[in-house]
């Protein structure tokens, strides 16, 4: 619920309007316990799919989610929203995920 309460006072302060329209069609594991970046592409793969894609025809969309990991969540997430009929969708998260290999 983190995650909703931050995009609601995201879309509140902003003036935007808040659609809640994603719904996940397949369980996923959790990205993090995942080892490789083929993994976590694999595991959100057609994982998605938008509940209204009437709702964002031509609109572009702010996406808000808690953390950044691979980014292959976004990717995924940010297709599906396109393929649906979004103009332009554009990411934002709360936090992102320190990797050994971060400089």
Same mark, same amino acid.
């Not at 993090?32 to 057609?46: G, M, P, T």
């Given at each position: 619920?983190?995650?909703?309460? $931050?995009?609601? *006072?995201? !879309? /509140?302060?902003?003036? =935007?309007?808040?659609?809640? #329209?994603?719904?996940?069609?397949?369980?996923?594991?959790?990205?993090?316990?995942?080892?490789?970046?083929?993994?976590?592409?694999?595991?959100?793969?057609?994982?998605?799919?938008?509940? $209204?894609?009437? *709702?964002? !025809? /031509?609109?572009?969309? =702010?996406?808000?989610?808690? #953390?950044?990991?691979?980014?292959?969540?976004?990717?995924?997430?940010?297709?599906?929203?396109?393929?649906?009929?979004?103009?332009?969708?554009?990411?934002?998260?709360?936090?992102?995920?320190?990797?050994?290999?971060?400089?």
């Amino acid at each position: 619920m983190l995650v909703e309460t $931050f995009a609601r *006072q995201v !879309a /509140d302060i902003l003036g =935007l309007e808040y659609l809640s #329209i994603l719904a996940k069609v397949r369980q996923t594991q959790e990205q993090k316990s995942l080892s490789n970046w083929l993994q976590k592409a694999d595991n959100v793969k057609n994982a998605f799919a938008v509940r $209204f894609p009437e *709702q964002i !025809a /031509d609109r572009t969309l =702010l996406l808000i989610d808690d #953390i950044y990991d691979s980014g292959y969540m976004l990717r995924e997430v940010g297709l599906t929203l396109m393929q649906a009929g979004a103009q332009a969708v554009y990411p934002l998260t709360i936090t992102r995920t320190a990797h050994s290999d971060d400089q």
